[in-house]
């Protein structure tokens, strides 16, 4: 640990000297906008001005609820029982319990795209981004519970490492079918993707937000971001190397902490606001379908809402079905509804706290700035020190975001390269950290990061609704044990 250590502090001591020596951070954000601007001509395509990928999402939520008859409301106080521990027991196979798969889980989710990421929602579709998010949330339950209940069906057991996640059900379902060769190829491209997502989308977002409301308390600091990013790529280090065991430990330590201050900061800034809330409410509400509003009017706030939402919530993405698939149980469909609260908590309640925060304090028309700096202004309406609240709960919804997709993703190398080369992953990992720590394109970086989180949701959704009858079978099975008292 301690020479692994000592190659981090190094790494770190290195990019200082080339971000010193040259304009490199300038050239990345350069690279970051030729990317960015790629990926948006190749891969959202539009029809009738909405994004192909948004447009096949969007209908894959809601197709996905109504063919479990809206299991997300009807189950939803089962799946709470079954968080509880009710059914929890050591007979079964597994590295974590239902409540570490889902902080694990909801950690990875919880992270600054709830924060930052609805700020950035607003910039990009209006205030009316907002209930599109929360609709997108609610239907999302469904491909949460969907995408982890076939996860854990295809786990692989009686190994040392459970296994699971999108390329294994997809491989696994698409050879059932007799498409073997699809299935390869197809569970190929979602690893391709998965892995890039991690570096291009949670890992570079994630820490470019913890440098940002960091930095912003101290001029030193704000003038020296490599030793914040050195600081955050060490600490990554250390807790991505000790496995899914200790990313669990510490994300039932953060994740409630982090929620419970988040949360009742929000609440006090709508209680010093309460008097604008019945208009930040009919803003809320008027954009959404208004033709003529900020941002693009409906369409925009549409697409902003669900692309913010997919990258809040990671429904239909897969990354929760690896989180869960190590999860100490035998029956898929009661992981898939521990895992399917996830949305109602991250995407419907703190997306929606952080959005009514940003509309009835009309911090997103100051100007400040873009992404947390705008939820900041927010919190400046209360005190000028009420920041500091915002100050404490970001960098430990980031941290323990990146470190838990981190973890999902290097399941991802995995099924690519195989173990031994994994270690390449993890220095990738901490070299974007760093600088993305140092970037001032927050823009780019976002929309690189909801552009790989789409792609990957593209071909998920289109392998959950393809495999949605195999699903409500074990759905069926489920609830006829259930009513007979069989299950364990």
């Not at 197709?63 to 050591?90: Q, W």
């Not at 060490?234 to 065991?245: K, T």
């Amino acid at each position: 640990m301690i020479y692994r250590l000592f190659y981090v502090v190094l790494f770190c001591l290195l990019f200082n000297d080339v971000y010193a020596a040259s304009s490199f951070h300038e050239s990345y954000d350069t690279v970051l906008n030729g990317i960015n601007t790629f990926m948006n001509e190749v891969l959202f395509f539009k029809v009738f001005h909405i994004p192909f990928i948004i447009l096949l999402v969007a209908f894959g939520y809601v197709f996905l609820t109504l063919r479990f008859k809206f299991l997300n409301i009807r189950m939803f106080k089962h799946a709470f029982a079954i968080l509880c521990g009710k059914y929890d027991t050591n007979h079964h196979d597994g590295h974590i319990t239902h409540f570490q798969a889902f902080v694990t889980a909801l950690s990875s989710t919880v992270g600054l795209g709830t924060v930052a990421g609805v700020a950035i929602a607003v910039s990009m579709g209006g205030p009316g981004a907002v209930p599109w998010m929360m609709i997108t949330g609610f239907f999302g339950m469904s491909a949460k519970f969907a995408e982890v209940t076939l996860a854990f069906r295809h786990r692989t057991e009686g190994q040392a490492q459970l296994f699971s996640g999108p390329f294994q059900y997809i491989r696994n379902g698409l050879e059932e079918f007799g498409f073997k060769k699809l299935g390869i190829v197809l569970a190929a491209i979602y690893a391709v993707f998965f892995v890039l997502s991690g570096l291009g989308g949670s890992v570079a977002f994630q820490t470019n937000q913890m440098v940002s409301i960091l930095s912003g308390y101290s001029n030193w600091v704000d003038s020296h971001p490599w030793l914040l990013s050195s600081i955050i790529s060490v600490l990554l280090a250390l807790v991505i190397i000790g496995g899914i065991r200790r990313i669990a430990i510490v994300s039932s330590a953060l994740v409630p902490i982090m929620s419970l201050i988040y949360i009742f900061s929000c609440i006090t800034i709508i209680a010093f606001n309460i008097h604008n809330f019945g208009y930040a409410f009919k803003i809320l509400f008027s954009s959404m379908i208004d033709f003529n509003a900020v941002g693009g009017g409906v369409v925009g706030a549409f697409v902003a809402g669900i692309q913010r939402a997919i990258f809040a919530s990671e429904a239909g993405v897969g990354s929760a079905s690896i989180t869960h698939a190590v999860a100490k149980d035998e029956e898929p469909v009661r992981t898939g509804l521990v895992a399917m609260i996830e949305p109602c908590f991250d995407t419907m309640l703190i997306c929606c706290l952080t959005g009514i925060t940003i509309v009835i304090t009309g911090a997103y028309q100051t100007g400040v700035g873009e992404g947390i700096l705008i939820t900041q202004k927010a919190f400046e309406t209360v005190s000028s020190w009420f920041p500091i609240l915002l100050t404490v709960a970001a960098p430990l919804f980031a941290f323990s975001s990146v470190i838990s997709f981190v973890y999902c993703c290097e399941m991802g190398w995995l099924y690519l390269f195989g173990a031994k080369s994994v270690v390449i992953y993890r220095i990738a990992v901490i070299i974007v950290a760093f600088f993305s720590g140092l970037s001032k394109d927050i823009m780019a970086i976002a929309n690189i990061g909801g552009t790989l989180f789409s792609c990957l949701a593209l071909v998920n959704m289109t392998a959950l609704i393809l495999f949605s009858n195999q699903i409500n079978d074990e759905v069926q099975c489920y609830l006829k044990r259930l009513k007979n008292n069989k299950i364990n």
